[in-house]
């Protein structure tokens, strides 16, 4: 067997050229600038490779000739990837339970050892689908599983006369596509605009409204089309969750309550339990009481297996999870983890696993349980490696690989490969500097006054395992949320606080989410001018979705394009120019590529040859501008775009453009290429391009950015930007909220509130706030120890 993983002239996206070697059966980390090109290492050529060999290795005959991205790799074995990007594709349903199928093992248990209540027991043996909600035997037969029973209110929707007639549709989110030309039309037959409000409507005219003009327009009607917009899958799933919340009426279902499960499974019990309790509990204290419980109970064995399970889930720092919760819900670091306690409990071995940033999400104490995990991993003979940024990280592992020393076209290099203590050493990286010490990272030592008139103040917070909290933060300043994971942050933030800033204000925030109406109450919004919630969720839905199109800076360019003398002279508008317009190729629709599916949820794709991979039709391909091409200019980076569009001397040059541009180089994105598709775009990246969008704006005062862990994804050097330009939004007078485990980041804040004690039952008080300072003093606060 090879001691190394070699690979030699590995050229994928930036990397030149490089040969790199990887000790197996050791942990690896691969540090680097973001967009160094550890990722296009890790994923793109490792995971690639390794997938392709287990591809042909299973009898798919299924071979594409695309250009080699590498010359040589070898000593490969069998390779997992444990990265968000990729497992977020998998299936919506499952939950906790099903993924690690614990679920299956409880349904088990109760089939065979359940204690009937003997008022139900109707002598049909128990089977284990009678204890699952998606199994024909086991539903609930009015609910069908679902646990709740829908229906639409009427009054709802219509009782509030000033509501406008596009906003009946769900506050425009369902006015698009289809139903939006529909409503139009209705409208215009009726001589009514999609502006008016419903009380100027005459009796006849919201009749029609209501339940269709009995096909004069297209329109059906808003009650029909929403009925039918159910069946017939023109509402979406994402939709009608919304729907339901705001218009339909959802009721726990009386028969099951709630648990969506029949008969037999309400009326079986464990030690006084049925599975839906235990399904519902958190999993620390699903592992307590069964640890409790097991000597009295039959099914010894299979309950110990289980035991072993959960332990591994508290291990990886799952402890506050449900195994009812569904998969969607969790974090990217949730994901990442819950997959990895999966790998753990199937106890392979010889296995290569990739991670990327397995840390995101954890608390500095949790870290070190998720390292020690890692390192159980190695010496059972598997070999990891990890794209991390945490300097403990970096120092348990057994070997380190540097690229860089910049990012994109400034990067791509092989730095260094080697043992921590000599990377120390390695005076071209970037990272180095930072771990022996030579470099420091910013740290706050004179905190900005807090002022007690200008206060936000949140009452009643109850969401999840909120207790009924009374949080008071303060405005002005940069105010920092830590508390161990599950501790009920995201619950604060992003479930409460958010959601009332919606509103409230009027957020500036394209993505048309549910507005969830809590009991809670906030006060003080007349205090900020505007607020940003600055998020890791992907920047569009489409994968023709990219940093121009996002940024605003598409359209412009578009325009150049359709004012170009030959566009004018050809007839050819804006549109031609947009890849999902006229402009994009009629064989992908603009995605450039085309997928294949090669069974087990593998996808492979191939380079449209319509369009040659440029997602553009021809006629669009042949217009240019200073010599450059619609494709040409998206395949530049943030830093190339710089100088073409700022040269003044030029055809192309745009202000505008440029200001956008810049703004996105100083939350470190140089190396991003304009036209990059969506799906290969990191949530941290995401989240910095709506930072750029936001700050590219004119600036202002009086305004809240609230963000979620900002420097996920970010090298120290990286870090420092972000954090320099964070203390500069504050010193212009606007306000940060800022979710973050790194010290470093809550160093630098004004003021700390800290959630706790632990996670899920054992989370939701507020523990200790204060500056950084007295944090490290308070004997309550956790985080303290690790700001000193
Ligand atoms: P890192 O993981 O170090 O942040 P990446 O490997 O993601 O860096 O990116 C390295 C370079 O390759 C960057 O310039 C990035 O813009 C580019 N890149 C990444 N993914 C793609 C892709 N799918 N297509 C084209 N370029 C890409
Ligand atoms: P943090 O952000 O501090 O990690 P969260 O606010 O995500 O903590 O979680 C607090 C508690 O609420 C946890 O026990 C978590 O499992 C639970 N929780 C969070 N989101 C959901 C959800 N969508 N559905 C059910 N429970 C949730
Ligand atoms: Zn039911
Ligand atoms: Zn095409």
Redesign the pocket.
Known sequence: MNEYIEIKGAR????KNIDLRIPRGRLTV?T?????????????TLYEEGKRRYLMFSGTQFMVDAAPTFDQITGLAPTVAVEQRIIRQSNPRSTVGTRTKIGNMLAVLFATYGRRDPSYDDGLPLSMDMFQRNSPKGMCVKCLGNGNLYSIDEDKIFSDGKTQLKDLLVERLLYRGGARKRLDEFCAYHGLTVAQPLHTLSDEQLLALKYGDRGKTSFQGVIPWLLNGFKCGEISGRQNGILSEAYGKKERCTKCEGTGLGEHAMHTTIAGKTITTLENMYIKDLNDFLTKEKSGLPGMTLINEMILKLDCMVDVGLHHLSLSRPVPTLSGGEIQRLFLASFIIAQMDSIIFIF?EPTIGLHEIEKANLIQIIQNLVHRGNTVIA?EHDENFMRAADYIID?GPD???Y??QRIFQGSFDDFMTCELSRTAPYLADQRKLPVKTTYSKINPAKMLTIENACLHNLRNLKVQIPLGVMVGIAGVSGSGKSSLISGTLVPKLKELLTIADEDEETVFLSDARVSGIEYIKKCFVIDQKPIGRSRTSCPATYTGIFDRIRNMFASTSDSIERGYGAGLFSLNSEGGCRQCKGDRVIRYHVGFGNYIEQNCDACGGTGFIDEAMEITIEGKNIRQILEM?VSEAIAFFGNEESAAYDKNICHILLTLERVGLG???LG??TP???GG?SQRIKLAKELGKQSGKDRLYILDEPTT?LSFSDSEKLIKLMLELTGHGNSIIVTEHDPVVLSNCDYIIELGPGGGSDGGFIIATGTPEQLKRNEKSIIGRYLR
């Open positions: 994928i996206h930036n990397l691969i680097g600038v973001s967009g160094s090109g550890k990722s296009s290492l890790a994923f793109d990327d794209v690229l990012a994109g076209f990067g791509g980076s190396y991003i290429k990059q598709q290969t775009i990191s990246e994804g």
